[in-house]
């Protein structure tokens, strides 16, 4: 008898405590510095970057069950990876960096990534990273919970409420980059260039390049003379690949400068709603379950004395209590998440016309220089068979 | 009866050949030569100029480089002119005979169409830069940036030729020297709003490039783009060059 009102007294106490325990848990968020060059580097330390816009990772299902706005992540698929290099423009360490729409062989490292979420209060991507040579330099999920001061105005600016993670990313990155030697970076231009080169002339430049069977990495056998007047025409067509990706990077810029402000309101009041609505949603769900607990109890007790009833009837009392206020959250819940979804709709159909423009002019824009592409291919083969006399030879992997 | 006979067989042998015919062009298996990507800057694909080098086999490297880089349908050979030497090419325009006009090589075309794909670039950066800043003008960068395009355009692609290189250098050197008003044709100077110096007198060498490019441009829109950024250049204001741009409308 004894033990049944220990049993009780302990439920009783939980039922009435742990709300608050949950909503006075206290949360660390992560400041990252971002890793700066202190000095400039010299021409050989510096390689190229492509970012590829990331996979938005959109959920199948509703909206309103999934809270993930398509219009939204598709716009943050193109904001993060642009945000993503003026980072690492910012950190001093690498060369020229550009927002990829798709992949190529133009930059000597390309990184990849895939958002998981974003609703301005938790932020995780995954992100991937691989050298021309074909050698994987990360693969890894990067998280961070955004504090309020983040989406402060008197805080500078030009860092994003997500900084941490994005200097994250480019500290390990440039942790990677300043293991490799001059050498191994040299050869990653080198490489480029033959990758490049073999896309264009694969029967002339296929043979100085062995990729390996088991790792897939590529690995130059023999290099062309630094007057192969050939490879000078192909590095005048990478150059105009690049000077395609400026223009279309500066497409992106339109849209990261015209989304930042909306979006940057959009994550900072989605954030303070995301906090309610979870708090909300988690004590709805453990006053439910206290509460049922507590009905439980209260059956459970045995009613024969006057304590034995007087405490079953403050555990259904309790009980029932518990259960209807949960309820009365669940409710509330439903109201933030309502708020949020109300929102977003604003942001979304801003953040739909913007990657619509961006696209429309992504699509032109490659479409013509993907003609000028071909052209230069074939002209280039035929330049080739004028001053060599002879025909392209089949290449080996054809 | 006999009549009746006659038209049967008659339609019989008809009916075969035009089996034959329709079966012959059916034929998956017929090669087709036409079936490269569209290229615009290119008229035939690789292939047709090599079997051009094999029928005649009997020509000089340089028959070869000539199919080659036009990029043309091989010519027949003719047997009067089976050396074609470069002389028998002159004889022929002496005697009255359809010379052929000179063909650009294609390492000329591949240069040029270098160029365009930089003026092309150019002129959408200067669009970008445009709309980025409403009526702003272009930053620093982005006019150092397009100075050294348009300047890489108006000196003409640099030959990796040795033998045209001479050629190539007179041809830079004939660009800089180039009067534009003199360049330039009826419908070119039509494109030159009212409030603008058709002779270009005073104009700085930013301004003379943006000059050359919107006055060459076919896009109505990146030509008005560029008269703007041209305007702002010289140093006129905002209303003024709206008022400008009005009236060329």
């Known amino acids: 008898m004894y033990r049944q009102y220990k049993i009780i007294l302990f439920l009783i106490i939980i039922t009435i405590n742990y709300p608050a325990s949950i909503i006075g848990a206290t949360v660390n968020y992560d400041n990252v510095k971002l890793n700066r060059a202190e000095i400039e580097l010299k021409k050989e330390e510096l390689i190229s970057v492509g970012i590829l816009i990331f996979d938005p990772n959109v959920p199948e299902g509703e909206v309103t069950k999934t809270l993930v706005f398509p219009d939204i992540r598709k716009a943050e698929a193109r904001y993060f990876p642009y945000h993503l290099k003026n980072t690492l423009e910012e950190s001093g360490y690498w060369g020229g960096i550009w927002l990829l729409p798709s992949s190529t062989k133009s930059t000597d490292l390309i990184i990849t990534g895939r958002i998981d979420k974003s609703d301005g209060y938790d932020v995780t991507m995954r992100v991937g990273a691989w050298d021309i040579s074909g050698k994987q330099w990360i693969d890894k999920s990067y998280s961070a919970r955004i504090a309020g001061s983040a989406y402060s105005k008197t805080r500078d600016l030009t860092q994003d409420p997500y900084q941490s993670v994005f200097n994250q990313i480019a500290n390990d990155l440039i942790e990677i980059k300043n293991k490799l030697s001059s050498a191994y970076l040299k050869r990653l231009n080198e490489i480029g260039d033959l990758r490049f080169a073999s896309e264009l002339l694969p029967g002339v430049y296929n043979d100085y390049l062995i990729q390996e069977d088991k790792t897939g990495i590529f690995e130059p056998i023999r290099l062309p003379s630094s007057e192969d007047q050939m490879m000078i025409r192909i590095k005048e067509v990478k150059e105009r690949e690049l000077t395609l990706l400026d223009t279309l990077n500066e497409y992106y810029a339109l849209l990261y400068q015209e989304l930042s402000v909306p979006y940057e309101e959009w994550r900072r009041a989605n954030r303070q709603n995301a906090i309610t609505y979870e708090d909300l949603?988690?004590?709805?769900k453990k006053r439910q379950i206290l509460g049922a607990v507590a009905l439980i109890g209260g059956l459970m007790v045995d009613g024969d004395s006057n304590t034995?009833?007087?405490?079953?009837?403050?555990?259904?009392?309790?009980?029932?209590?518990?259960?209807?206020?949960?309820?009365?959250k669940a409710s509330e819940a439903k109201i933030y998440r309502n708020t949020m979804e109300e929102g977003a709709s604003v942001l979304n159909s801003t953040a739909e016309g913007l990657v619509i423009e961006v696209e429309g002019q992504t699509l032109r824009l490659l479409g013509n220089a993907q003609e000028m592409f071909s052209g230069w291919k074939q002209l280039l083969a035929q330049i080739y068979s004028v001053e060599t006399g002879m025909n392209i030879p089949k290449a080996s992997s054809e | 009866m006999k009549n009746f006979v006659l038209i049967l067989v008659l339609i019989t042998i008809n009916g075969c050949?035009?089996?034959?015919?329709?079966?012959?062009?059916?034929?998956?298996?017929?090669?087709?030569?036409?079936?490269?990507?569209?290229s615009p800057s290119l008229p035939s694909d690789s292939q047709s100029s090599q079997s051009s080098s094999s029928s005649t086999s009997s020509g000089s490297p340089s028959d070869q480089s000539i199919d080659s880089e036009t990029g043309m349908d091989p010519m027949p050979p003719k047997p009067s002119t089976s050396s074609g030497s470069p002389s028998d090419q002159s004889i022929d325009s002496e005697t009255g005979?359809?010379?052929?006009?000179?063909?650009?090589?294609?390492?000329?075309?591949?240069?040029?169409?270098?160029g365009d794909f930089d003026k092309e670039m150019a002129g959408e950066r200067v669009v970008i830069a445009a709309a980025n800043k409403g009526s702003g003008a272009m930053s620093g960068q982005e006019m150092a940036d397009l100075e050294a395009i348009m300047e890489a355009e108006l000196n003409g692609p640099v030959e990796l030729e040795?033998?045209?290189?001479?050629?190539?250098?007179?041809?830079?050197?004939?660009?800089?020297?180039?009067?534009?008003?003199?360049e330039m044709t009826g419908k070119e100077s039509n494109r030159i709003p009212s409030c603008v110096e058709v002779n270009g007198v005073g104009e700085d060498k930013i301004a003379r490039q943006l000059r050359v490019f919107a006055v060459k441009e076919d896009d109505p829109s990146i030509r008005t783009e560029l008269w703007k950024q041209y305007l702002l250049h010289i140093g006129k204001t905002e209303s003024q060059i709206k008022r400008c741009i009005d009236n060329t409308k």
Do not use: C, H, W
């Open chain 2, 97 to 114: 005979m359809d010379p052929m006009p000179p063909k650009p090589s294609a390492s000329s075309i591949f240069d040029d169409s270098l």
């Open chain 1, 308 to 328: 034995g009833r007087y405490a079953s009837q403050s555990l259904m009392v309790g009980g029932m209590q518990a259960v209807k206020t949960g309820f009365a």
């Open chain 2, 17 to 38: 050949a035009v089996q034959q015919m329709s079966g012959g062009l059916s034929n998956p298996s017929s090669p087709s030569s036409s079936s490269g990507m569209p």
């Open chain 1, 281 to 284: 949603k988690r004590s709805a």
């Open chain 2, 162 to 182: 040795s033998d045209t290189q001479a050629d190539s250098i007179n041809q830079s050197i004939e660009t800089e020297n180039i009067e534009i008003p003199e």
